[in-house]
């Protein structure tokens, strides 16, 4: 069934929430939604006492070891950790406290794929997509390359970069097409703004989407929704 996951998304040891596109320009060009007065640990706990399972915890470039380790101590066995992941430090990941790994641009070119997922299949990775464009996706149609990913995932984090920040609305063809395409668990991250949006998240997935909110949510000074609301939602589900 649809659940709301949250994230802690890091840039530079804050919490930050950031305009997806705009993450690989100039730090000049980089648009900020908000950032915490809050510590990294504020978030991991908030979420441990609300029972979020599946957040995420995401490092966006350099200087985030620290802050994402002081995550993971927070709420030891509960988040999942990306950014930066390897099969030289996904174990060190785990073994500091990581729910699951999150894999990313390492797996490509996809040739990458297979060593890395059995160094790491006992390990739990889950394999982020950033939408719209992804290397392995331009060699094989979507369908395949899921299929082919299935069996070294636990499950897929689906970012729709050019949504995410924007609180636009989701992507909704992507949302109903990830429902078809993958029989493991699948959130969709980008553009959700509210109560609205996760309803029709679990209407065009059938209830096998789950979805990420961020910017809208009131912990990171936004009003579409608060997470209050959203963890009373996750209970009537």
Same mark, same amino acid.
């Given at each position: ?42 978030f991991a706990k908030l979420y441990r ?11 966006? =470039?350099?200087?985030? /070891?620290?802050?994402?380790?002081? *995550? ?9 950790? +990306? $950014? &930066? ?83 636009? =609305?989701?992507?909704? /063809?992507?949302?109903?097409?990830? *429902? ?9 991250? +980008? $553009? &959700? ?45």
């Amino acid at each position: 069934m649809t659940r709301f996951r949250p994230c802690i998304d890091l840039h530079a040891g804050q919490v930050k929430q950031i305009v997806g596109g705009t993450l690989d320009s100039a730090t000049s060009e980089l648009r900020t939604n908000f950032v915490s007065p809050h510590p990294p640990a504020y978030f991991a706990k908030l979420y441990r006492d609300n029972d979020l399972s599946g957040a995420h915890v995401i490092m966006l =470039g350099p200087g985030n /070891k620290e802050a994402a380790l002081e *995550s993971l101590k927070a709420w030891p066995g509960g988040l999942q950790v +990306g $950014g &930066g992941i390897t099969d030289a430090n996904a174990r060190e990941w785990v073994e500091a406290g990581a729910e699951k790994v999150i894999i990313t641009s390492y797996l490509f070119p996809n040739v990458y794929i297979y060593v890395f997922s059995f160094l790491i299949y006992h390990l739990r990775p889950v394999l982020v997509y950033d939408s719209p464009i992804d290397p392995i996706f331009l060699t094989q149609s979507h369908t395949e390359s899921i299929k082919a990913l299935e069996p070294y995932c636990s499950e897929f984090l689906i970012h729709a970069a050019d949504n995410e920040g924007l609180q636009k =609305g989701i992507d909704e /063809k992507l949302v109903q097409r990830l *429902s078809e395409w993958c029989s493991i668990p699948v959130t969709y991250a +980008g $553009g &959700g703004r509210n109560l609205e949006d996760l309803e029709t998240v679990k209407r065009l997935s059938g209830g096998k989407v789950d979805l990420t909110i961020g910017s809208a949510l009131d912990c990171f000074g936004g009003k579409g929704v608060t997470l209050q609301e959203c963890v009373e939602w996750n209970r009537r589900q």
